[in-house]
């Protein structure tokens, strides 16, 4: 479904956003960018301030987490970076992959209607509809004294691409990937998800700030997590781990139940284990 049309007008997201001080009020976009994740850190680093968007319609160099390429085709998928400035301590940064994470699933979940409950989240913060992955979330942080300074938050949203648009995994152990389109049948509106999207995470991104938000946000997380309570491999650069989902804690990480013990991991891929898989 790739089309030549013209150019998206991504500052009419501003209309879709709500809220007394919502993100994205700055919106800084082309019809094409190398990364808007490295277009946002460097604005970050100059002192963007929190809620500047950077957001176009083709990326030629995106990439995910361990620097994997994340592929996107021109003019149909919503490919964006946000910088956020969140009062947190360093040790709570990993809660801005929660957030996020809610933010596209709630956001989604009025562009699927009655199809909402297929779309759930992958841990840490991939967001995938009937198993499929729909959309990835990269979040890298700047962090001084133990405070956080600024934050990243990169997205790449399948949106309205048809199954020759969507590349292959490129292993295994990846999910197979597809498109809110795919899946529903309808067209979206860019901006207008982008603005929705924006709205969802400003919600989210406050309640990492108190002990007690922190602690309403993983219980939101874990009714809306597909990998709570599941057989999962954990790949990490010290090694595979095989268990149980047990919990996410509300500092965000994934504690896994192996023969008695629990060992908490923030940061890891995770594949979930089928029931005729052999490990």
């Known amino acids: 479904m790739t089309t030549d049309k013209k150019p998206t007008d991504w500052q009419s997201a501003k209309n879709f956003l709500r809220g007394e ?3 994205g009020t700055i919106i800084h976009s082309a019809p094409e960018m190398r990364s808007t994740q490295d277009e946002a850190k460097k604005a970050a680093r100059a002192g963007a301030p929190c809620g500047a968007v950077f957001v176009t319609d083709f990326q030629t160099s995106g990439r995910g ?6 592929n996107s085709a021109p003019g149909i998928d919503l490919t964006f970076s946000v910088v956020l400035r969140p009062n947190i301590e360093s040790r709570h940064v990993h809660t801005l992959n929660l957030a996020a994470a809610l933010a596209v699933k709630t956001a989604l979940g009025g562009v699927f209607g009655d199809k909402k409950d297929l779309v759930k989240i ?16 990269l979040c890298e942080c700047a962090v001084s004294d133990g405070r956080l300074d600024y934050a990243v938050l990169g997205m790449g949203v399948n949106v309205n691409g048809a199954r020759e648009d969507i590349p292959p995994p490129d292993s295994a152990d990846r999910p197979e990937a597809a498109s809110i389109f795919m899946e529903t049948g309808r067209l979206s509106c860019l901006p207008r998800l982008l603005g929705e999207i924006l709205t969802e995470l400003g919600h989210f991104l406050k309640l990492t700030e108190t002990g007690d938000g ?3 946000l993983a219980e939101i997380y874990r009714i809306n997590c597909a990998t709570l309570g599941r057989k999962v491999k954990i790949i990490t650069d010290d090694g595979i781990f095989v268990g149980v989902s047990a919990d996410i804690a509300s500092d965000g990480a994934l504690l896994l139940a192996q023969g008695g013990k629990t060992t908490a991991f923030h940061a890891a891929d995770v594949v979930h284990v089928r029931a005729e898989d052999h490990l």
């Open 21 to 23: 001080r919502p993100l």
């Open 65 to 70: 987490r361990r620097d994997r390429i994340w």
């Open 122 to 137: 992958k841990w840490p913060n991939d967001v995938i509809a009937d198993g499929k992955k729909i959309c990835g979330i």
């Open 214 to 216: 922190r602690r309403e």
